[in-house]
């Protein structure tokens, strides 16, 4: 009797345990094409084109953008003397660093060959040839300056400060 009751016991858990993996299986899959026939059901029915969103245009006075340009300039201020040229004013635009004062005259010839009024100054500090473009009193005329040689031939030109 003992014999009937464990073998009755046995196939009972034998049985639980094959029903739940199959019931899982099954629910997962049920689920998963569920899911496959709304995603079938939303496409069919709203196929929605995205339109653009269009914003309307704030027009702004070139005085404005100009100064919020020169005021958003980034300048480096460095201790610097001259070493050839006419003289520095507070505002230069640089297209060249060296090491070497070779490299330096060889970029300021070429400079100067372009018409422009092209300076070298030394930074003992850093112990570097700089070699400026332009120079120019104010700000709005030295980043006017810098943006048309970074269009041109030099788009890694800076601003100087002359300490």
């Known amino acids: 009797m003992k014999k009937l009751t464990v073998l009755s016991m046995g196939m009972c858990a034998v049985l639980a345990l094959a029903s739940c993996g ?46 919020t340009e020169v005021d958003n300039a980034t300048v480096r201020q460095e201790n610097v003397s001259l070493i050839s040229g006419s003289g ?21 010839s070429t400079l100067k060959s372009a018409g422009y009024d092209s300076q070298i100054v030394f ?22 300056s810098r943006n048309q040689l970074r269009a041109g031939k030099y788009p890694d030109a800076w601003l100087l400060l002359k300490k």
């Open 88 to 108: 520095l004013q507070n505002f230069s635009v640089v297209v060249g660093s060296f090491s070497l004062k070779a490299n330096a005259e060889g970029l300021a």
């Open 22 to 67: 199959a019931s899982k299986e099954s629910a997962y899959k049920k689920a998963y094409e569920k899911a496959q026939q709304q995603e079938a059901q939303q496409a069919a029915e709203a196929p929605v084109a995205q339109e653009p969103v269009v914003t309307p245009l704030e027009t702004t006075t070139p005085s404005e953008s100009t100064n």
């Open 123 to 144: 930074n003992s500090e850093r112990n570097m040839y700089r070699v400026v473009a332009s120079t120019f009193a104010d700000k709005a005329g030295a980043v006017k």
